[in-house]
């Protein structure tokens, strides 16, 4: 693993109508042929992601998209997966190459506006316009804006394009994982019980972001299984100042756990740093009003094949089960399949989220209050039903 997870990349989408240059740009901002350019519009049928560093913006992930102006029942399809992309968008390069007839840009930058997606309007083929200036007059005057000018043909305009990205950077804040609970010296203890479903010989993504994010703080990191959790206490030359446990052994590690140590999970982590942990807990308190009758969305974030023991399709469908009965009932959707109809649902839990950026996440936590599903995650929900949900410390 050399390089950065996408779901700690920030994700750049490219908008615009159909051949004004978006590939080209793409592929004048990362220096290399990653999307295909040709004349004849539409050639861009699906997104084109390219990861790459942009300094100083550091791991990026770059999103190109189809014409929002494509036609006909293809171009319907493509302009569907080019507004899926919003969701999951921390800023927007919206392009142009003329100052006519803008209604299509001005509805999608109030759209952009209205999720408060940071956006730069670009205006390209620089080399083909005649009177620059006036065209930046008339797009500023139509759109609200100063657009950055480009020539994605000659690479003419990238650095302040970079420029630009860096400044509408400055608006999006960036918190520590355990921001709150734990600072430099401080000891920290992971218990990490060795999940089936990870992969041989590496740690889940969770427990790699965690120690990361405590190395860089300066903490004093221990890692121990649930098994020898009482010998690593032991060891220590005082009790930790933060446990951080898989959210499936609370409470064998909340009866261990000293008296003057804190308490939370890697996925109560996820909840604070992908989402809005508030709306997440009140979620999870929504499971005491679920009856029999219940239907509860299971949603995850990655596409693994499930194999015994599935924390979101076996043992929290079984811990409902056990408290509701049989007859309550579950859909599972995984990776980015996602219903647009929730109303049928009563709670929807999702996963910890480690493999989404947490734009896409807080789409999905958006998407339900809207239409008025309470949602949650696997970590609140099993420390909800189990009763220790008050006795977690949040970041």
């Given at each position: 693993?050399?390089?950065?997870p996408?779901?700690?990349?920030r994700h750049i989408?490219?908008?615009g109508?159909?051949?004004?240059g978006?590939?080209?740009l793409l592929n004048?901002?990362?220096g290399?042929?990653?999307?295909i350019?040709?004349p004849?519009a539409?050639?861009?049928s699906?997104?084109v992601?390219?990861a790459?560093e942009?300094l ?5 992930l770059?999103i190109d998209?189809?014409?929002f102006d494509?036609?006909?029942?293809v171009?319907e399809l ?7 992309v ?11 190459d003329q100052a006519?007839d ?5 509805i ?5 506006r209205?999720?408060e997606?940071p956006?730069?309007i670009?205006?390209?083929k620089?080399?083909a316009?005649?009177s620059?200036n006036?065209t930046?007059a008339l797009?500023?005057?139509?759109l ?5 000018v480009?020539s994605s043909l000659?690479?003419?305009?990238m ?8 400044q509408v ?5 960036e918190?520590s994982l355990?921001a709150?609970?734990a600072?430099a010296?401080d000891?920290v203890?992971?218990v ?7 992969p ?6 969770p427990?790699?972001q965690t120690?990361?994010d ?10 121990c299984?649930?098994d ?7 060891a220590?030359?005082k ?12 409470a064998?590690?909340?009866e261990k756990?000293?008296?003057k140590?804190?308490?939370?999970s890697?996925s109560v982590?996820?909840a ?6 508030d709306?997440?807990i009140?979620g999870a ?10 239907h509860v969305?299971i949603a995850e ?7 015994s023991e599935d ?14 009965g ?5 859909d599972i959707?995984?990776?980015k399949?996602?219903?647009a109809?929730l109303k049928?649902?009563d ?13 896409l996440?807080l789409s999905?936590i958006?998407?339900a209050?809207?239409?008025?599903v309470?949602?949650?995650?696997y970590g609140l929900?099993?420390a ?12």
């Amino acid at each position: 693993m050399n390089e950065a997870p996408q779901s700690l990349r920030r994700h750049i989408a490219i908008f615009g109508r159909r051949n004004v240059g978006k590939s080209s740009l793409l592929n004048a901002l990362t220096g290399q042929q990653v999307a295909i350019v040709s004349p004849e519009a539409g050639t861009t049928s699906d997104p084109v992601n390219r990861a790459m560093e942009i300094l100083p913006l550091g791991p990026c992930l770059l999103i190109d998209t189809a014409g929002f102006d494509d036609v006909g029942s293809v171009g319907e399809l493509r302009n569907e997966r080019t507004h899926k992309v919003l969701d999951q968008t921390d800023m927007a390069l919206l392009v142009l190459d003329q100052a006519k007839d803008l209604t299509l840009e001005k509805i999608w930058l109030d759209e952009l506006r209205r999720l408060e997606i940071p956006t730069v309007i670009v205006l390209n083929k620089s080399d083909a316009i005649d009177s620059k200036n006036k065209t930046i007059a008339l797009i500023h005057d139509e759109l609200g804006q100063t657009p950055v000018v480009v020539s994605s043909l000659k690479g003419d305009g990238m650095e302040d394009l970079r420029k630009a990205l860096v400044q509408v950077t400055a608006d999006i804040e960036e918190t520590s994982l355990t921001a709150g609970l734990a600072k430099a010296g401080d000891s920290v203890l992971l218990v990490m019980p060795q999940d089936p479903q990870a992969p041989k010989g590496r740690l889940i993504l969770p427990q790699v972001q965690t120690i990361r994010d405590l190395l860089d703080k300066s903490c004093i990191i221990s890692c121990c299984d649930v098994d020898t959790l009482e010998q690593s206490i032991n060891a220590m030359k005082k009790p930790p100042s933060l446990i951080i446990t898989d959210s499936q052994v609370f409470a064998q590690v909340y009866e261990k756990k000293p008296d003057k140590s804190l308490l939370t999970s890697f996925s109560v982590l996820m909840a604070a740093s992908k989402g809005n942990i508030d709306v997440l807990i009140e979620g999870a308190r929504a499971i005491d009003r679920l009856t029999p009758q219940s239907h509860v969305l299971i949603a995850e974030a990655c596409t693994h094949a499930p194999m015994s023991e599935d924390i979101g399709r076996e043992k929290i469908p079984r811990m409902l089960r056990k408290r509701y009965g049989e007859t309550i009932t579950f859909d599972i959707h995984a990776g980015k399949d996602y219903p647009a109809d929730l109303k049928k649902y009563d709670l929807i839990i999702h996963c910890g989220a480690c493999m989404f950026n947490r734009r896409l996440m807080l789409s999905r936590i958006i998407r339900a209050r809207e239409q008025g599903v309470p949602i949650t995650n696997y970590g609140l929900a099993i420390a909800h039903v189990q009763g220790i949900l008050k006795k977690v410390s949040l970041p």
